[in-house]
């Protein structure tokens, strides 16, 4: 249970161009789903908190009108980067939770990832 | 402070050894813990949650949690060259608006054949 699924695994675009990603929990409901980035050999830095039927959460420094977020349905998140520059590149990953009742959090389930490479 | 420490490593261990791996939290009223692994140019996936005081096993796997002294702990036997990767150890903080999962930089580990 608890699968993430991402697509596209991988793109190319030139710079100045819109990528899209997409991130579907497959067999549970998610209201909240969290995008990071990772450069190589780096570690995993969360861009923002996509919210089901609400405006994302961005971190501090993530430009939200570089980095567009939907979350239109309780399976489904986008990210997409738009006029992607070369120093875009990096590797995106979703990840979403179960939710649990009590005080316990349950733990981040991820999709496998977007490696974008902006030429 | 870092809210989350681990040891970069690498930490190098035989195959069929024990690899221990140490975090430490700042944060005392956090009460999720939760153990990633992630290889090289791959997403992190899940090990281990851990929740109460004391030992959690699963497989070659075993979490350990101290919460009075702020430390949990991942350990594997029988260790594999195919548990070579980066583990991440991360907290949910139990207090406060932005309850973001809280990462730890990870800790390299190399099982040598």
């Known amino acids: 249970g608890a699968v993430v699924s991402q697509h596209p695994s991988w793109v190319i675009c030139k710079s100045g161009t819109s990528v899209k990603i997409e991130c579907r929990s497959l067999?549970?409901?998610?209201?909240?789903m969290f995008w990071y980035r990772q450069f190589p050999k780096q570690s995993l830095m969360l861009m923002a908190t996509?919210?089901?039927?609400?405006?994302?959460?961005?971190e501090q420094g993530v430009e939200k009108d570089k980095f567009l977020i939907n979350h239109a349905s309780l399976t489904l998140s986008t990210l997409t980067v738009t006029s992607a520059h070369p120093e875009d590149s990096s590797f995106y990953i979703c990840s979403a939770r179960v939710l649990l009742t009590g005080s316990y959090n349950s733990p981040l389930h991820f999709g496998n990832g977007t490696r974008l490479t902006v030429t | 402070q870092k809210e989350v420490e681990q040891n970069s490593g690498p930490l190098s261990v035989p195959e069929g050894a024990i690899a221990s791996l140490n975090c430490t939290y700042s944060d005392r009223v956090s009460q999720s813990f939760f153990w990633y692994r992630q290889y090289s140019g791959k997403s992190p996936e899940l090990i281990m949650s851990?929740?109460s005081n004391g030992d959690k096993e699963d497989g070659r796997f075993t979490a350990q949690l101290n919460k009075a002294s702020q430390y949990v702990s991942l350990l594997i036997r029988d260790s594999q060259p195919s548990d070579s990767a980066t583990y991440l150890c991360a907290v949910f903080p139990n207090a406060g608006n932005n309850r973001k999962l809280i990462w730890g930089l990870g800790t390299s580990l190399a099982v040598n054949p």
């Open positions: 996509s919210n089901e039927g609400s405006k994302a959460t961005y």
């Open positions: 851990i929740y």
């Open positions: 067999d549970f409901q998610a209201t909240t």
